[in-house]
């Protein structure tokens, strides 16, 4: 039977990104992103609901993280749920979730207001995000010589025309 485990978050970071460097060579970027859902409830007041989650990035793209992501920004995030077990100072056995990522695109900042200014960076990864459709050039942008197509006219639908009376209806 097959199975999937797969977490798609586009949120904002809670924190500027914790990075250490393991012994080996390997590198681990941590940060929580909140997700908010705004909705209206039964008695028309507005609620707001954040949503945090731990995310885990790993070598490459923990580097990157390290160097292009800071509290506020927005992410988006794919990976997987993973359950850690662990215990706290008193000596008991705590339970946490965490993502671990294998994909992270930066899609911008909250405090910049054009969208050349926002920075965008797309990390190594091995699987791709939702495909966007891309912005078609508009005529205007085209040059002279290179004309939109005319437009093709769909064919007249045919008339339907029946030969039997109401009589030879089923109903």
């Given at each position: 039977m097959?199975?999937?485990n797969k977490m798609t978050i586009i949120g904002n970071l809670g924190a500027d990104?914790?990075?250490r460097y393991l012994d080996g060579g390997a590198?681990?970027?941590?940060?929580?992103?909140a997700t908010t859902e705004k909705y209206t409830n039964r008695n028309g007041e507005k609620v707001e609901q954040t949503e945090w989650f731990r995310i885990e990035l790993w070598n490459e793209q923990a580097k990157v993280a390290e160097k292009y992501l800071k509290k506020g920004n927005s992410v988006y995030v794919e990976g997987r749920l993973r359950t850690e077990l662990w215990t706290d100072k008193e000596g008991k056995e705590r339970t946490s979730l965490r993502?671990?990522?294998?994909?992270m695109q930066l899609l911008g900042s909250p405090n910049s207001?054009?969208?050349?200014?926002?920075?965008?960076y797309e990390a190594p990864r091995q699987q791709a995000p939702p495909a966007q459709p891309r912005p078609q050039p508009t005529p205007a942008a085209q040059p002279a010589r290179q004309q939109a197509a005319p437009s093709r006219r769909e064919?007249?639908?045919?008339?339907f025309e029946s030969n039997?009376?109401?009589d030879d209806l089923p109903f």
């Open positions: 097959a199975s999937l990104p914790e990075v590198v681990v970027a941590t940060f929580n992103v993502v671990r990522a294998n994909t207001d054009r969208a050349e200014e926002q920075p965008s064919p007249e639908p045919v008339p039997s009376g109401d």
